[in-house]
């Protein structure tokens, strides 16, 4: 249940928790469920689902986080007026009574908000809260870059009566309905309590940051830094507590407005806790032995370290493909990497199927945009670049690089001074894909005279090292859409800047106006004409080395019922365990 589904969030591993897919093979059949005795069938509450991640998220702000953890995480604590139905995709009334109301010439969206939703606290929920949260994207001061760019062209919101909201916008879009359905409706209360941003008006927020007022400041300054380890929303599981490289715990809210009404995900599972470990050999360990019900496994473990009768006794495996794409992103202002004929001789320095075999074992798809695979927008045509070294280095002689001081090393004079080829690969932490690639890369390098670096970081050092721009090269992957993709929030040249997600500082003027052009385009097919385009100018200019789509591979503990991989991937809102199973009591919920 990641939020916001048109935008893209950071994947630190594989994807997390309820991990997306499209197609889904189901392991070990031949080892059947455990099965208690008269066992009943009805979902009961009771027990704790413990899900591995593979470090703490980067904070718990609901509008400042964008890594697919704090996405999941907060996914079971902040609802939104809209969500998708898990089977069909289609967009439902959540926290909202029906669909919006929308204008012939797609303006103006009026939303109506169910009376009985209220928040954590038992505040009711109601159009002022609305009004807060879209403010709150709205205001420049807010680190919320990545989030903000799907908002630019709401110019004023108000409300009509106390639970109803209309949304003015400037200009068609055509995931509009979604994207103002999908906001994280926030308690204004608890995330504004001297109501800073009541007298403020959209114009207000339209001024450059140099002429805000200081209550916006004052605002900002608060939300930015107060609100990064302690959610509150509507959604049927409360925060609990954070353990700083342990655990993150949510408790389900026995008072949640939406039990018993329809439509409404039904949550079973009392507690869902997120234990953290770095090295996935240890997590598997810690899976073996009890202390985890569910993870991600890593291809070596999939194929090697989880195929015992035992294991199949006491767990399912799920494969399939998730929504999500790796990369190998260069820094467009590196000396190095200005030249796209350097980039290009990288990708066919890069053995990407060869990877996809050695270090994915056959799991995964090599990928040459950033569309879902499964798309119809991906553009299946384009040049698949093949593994060669040898046109690599007439790309680099080309474009000026020898080895002019006999030291092994490549080198050119750039801007008046004689460079190297020599540069560093970031990845984060316990990611042992990405490792290995990287790794692999660097050898091969080595053999053309390139000299490469590997540096491995914590998760929130490296992402903040990649939000600044603090890199030469970097391996990374997005976790996106199932549905129609907005690709603006990664390639528009005006997110380069002040943390926006071009984090490799790309700038193409043309790609620039089939971004803007495509969100007003509502005829699917023109989007789609469009969308090649924009393909076919990544695939000349190779921004990224794009990688693979992978498999992801889930294992869960067959205490669990109602597990069933659906086209956004397994959903833990689903899952319960039956009485005579569950292995954690009042005993251990009351500590």
């Known amino acids: ?41 009805t979902p009961v509450t009771g027990d704790w689902l413990v899900t591995h991640i593979l470090s703490d998220p980067e904070q718990l702000n609901p509008l400042t986080s964008n890594d ?77 870059p990545f989030l903000r760019v799907y908002y630019d062209s709401v110019v004023d919101a108000r409300l009509l009566d106390e639970y109803t909201i209309q949304f003015k916008i400037k200009e068609p879009y055509f995931l509009n309905e979604s994207v103002l359905g999908e906001i994280s409706i926030l308690p204004r209360h608890y995330y504004d309590p001297s109501n800073l941003l009541k007298v403020i008006t959209f114009a207000d927020l339209r001024k450059s940051s140099d002429q805000l007022s200081q209550q916006v400041k004052q605002f900002a300054d608060d939300f930015n830094r107060k609100y990064d380890r302690n959610p509150m929303g509507s959604g049927p599981y409360k925060f609990r507590v954070w353990k700083t490289g342990q655990a993150v715990e949510l408790e389900r809210d026995e008072n949640y407005w939406g039990y018993n009404k329809k439509g409404i995900d039904q949550p079973y599972i009392d507690r869902q806790v997120y234990r953290v470990f770095n090295n996935l050999d240890a997590a598997l360990v810690t899976l073996k032995s009890g202390g985890l019900d569910t993870m991600n496994l890593s291809p070596i473990q999939h194929v090697r370290g989880s195929s015992s009768e035992r294991f199949k006794r006491e767990f399912q495996k799920y494969e399939y493909f998730a929504p999500n794409y790796s990369y190998l992103g260069w820094n467009n202002n590196h000396p190095i990497f200005r030249d796209k004929r350097v980039r290009k001789a990288m990708t066919y320095f890069t053995n990407r199927k060869q990877l996809v075999k050695t270090v994915l074992f056959g799991l995964g798809e090599v990928v040459e945009s950033p569309i879902y695979f499964f798309r119809p927008e991906y553009d299946k045509n384009l040049l698949s670049y093949p593994f060669d070294p040898q046109k690599g280095l007439e790309l680099l002689k080309e474009a000026g690089w020898s080895d002019t001081d006999g030291d092994g090393v490549l080198d050119k004079m750039i801007d008046g001074k004689r460079v190297p080829l020599r540069f560093e690969i970031q990845i984060n932490s316990g990611n042992p894909v990405r490792k290995s690639v990287a790794l692999t890369l660097q050898d091969e390098l080595r053999r053309y005279g390139i000299a490469a670096s590997v540096r491995e970081l914590d998760w929130t050092i490296f992402l903040d090292n990649v939000k600044n721009h603090k890199f030469d090269a970097v391996i990374l992957g997005w976790a996106m859409s199932m549905g129609e993709p907005d690709a603006y929030q990664v390639w528009h040249s005006s997110q380069a800047a002040n943390k926006g997600s071009n984090h490799i500082s790309y700038r193409n003027p043309r790609v620039d106006q089939i971004l803007e052009q495509y969100r007003r385009e509502f005829d699917p097919k023109k989007r789609i004409a469009l969308y090649r385009e924009f393909q076919e100018i990544l695939s000349d200019e190779q921004p990224y080395t794009f990688l693979f789509v992978n498999k992801s591979v889930t294992t869960v503990n067959r205490r669990f019922r109602g597990v069933e991989v659906l086209p956004g991937g397994l959903r833990p809102i689903e899952w319960w365990a039956p009485a005579a199973l569950q292995r954690y009591g009042q005993r251990l919920a009351a500590n």
């Open 1 to 41: 249940m990641l939020r916001g589904s048109w935008r893209l969030v950071l994947s630190l591993f594989l994807l997390m928790g309820c991990r997306g897919g499209e197609t889904a093979d189901t392991e070990n059949r031949s080892a059947p469920p455990i099965v208690a005795k008269q066992e009943a069938t």
């Open 68 to 144: 697919a953890g704090a996405s999941e995480i907060l996914g079971y604590i902040i609802e939104s007026l809209l969500t998708r139905d898990p089977r069909t995709l289609e967009l439902k009334p959540l926290l909202a009574e029906t669909r919006p109301v929308i204008s012939a010439d797609k303006l103006t969206y009026t939303f109506k908000i169910r009376r009985d939703a209220h928040f954590q606290d038992g505040r009711p929920l109601t159009g002022e809260d609305v009004l807060f949260s879209i403010k709150a994207i709205k205001c420049p001061l807010v680190n919320a």
